[in-house]
């Protein structure tokens, strides 16, 4: 059973930097993207950024790119969101999910969501 746990979300003054964790555990992620969404209050849940597993390849919402940058650590099956400049509009929920490519077409793990809080 897959499983993710997303850590390192907290409160911050705009022009901060946080780092988000998730821990993976319980599969084999070659063949998976893993995820950063963020759902804000009121809002519909979007996708951040991902990476492929095998590959690193990665992709950005334009909202982020250049100040956020996803990576991981095989060797920790963990997957990181280093987010710079932030913004008040950054709030939001942050979850962490992954997508096996073999099996699917959606995101079908997650994680149970940490708060990042951008005060302006």
């Known amino acids: 059973q897959v499983r993710l746990v997303e850590s390192g979300g907290r409160l911050v003054q705009a022009g901060g930097s946080l780092r988000l964790s998730c821990a993976a555990s319980g599969g084999i992620f070659s063949g998976y993207y893993m995820g950063w969404f963020r759902q804000a209050p009121g809002k519909e849940r979007v996708i951040v950024a991902r990476i492929s597993w095998s590959s690193d390849s990665t992709f950005y919402a334009d909202s982020v790119k250049g100040r956020f940058t996803i990576s991981k650590d095989n060797a920790k099956n963990t997957v990181y969101l280093q987010m710079n400049s932030l913004k008040p509009e950054d709030t939001a929920v942050y979850f962490c999910?992954?997508?096996?490519?073999?099996?699917?077409?959606?995101?079908?793990?997650w994680g149970q969501g940490t708060q990042v809080t951008v005060s302006s």
């Open positions: 999910a992954a997508r096996n490519l073999a099996t699917s077409i959606n995101y079908d793990y």
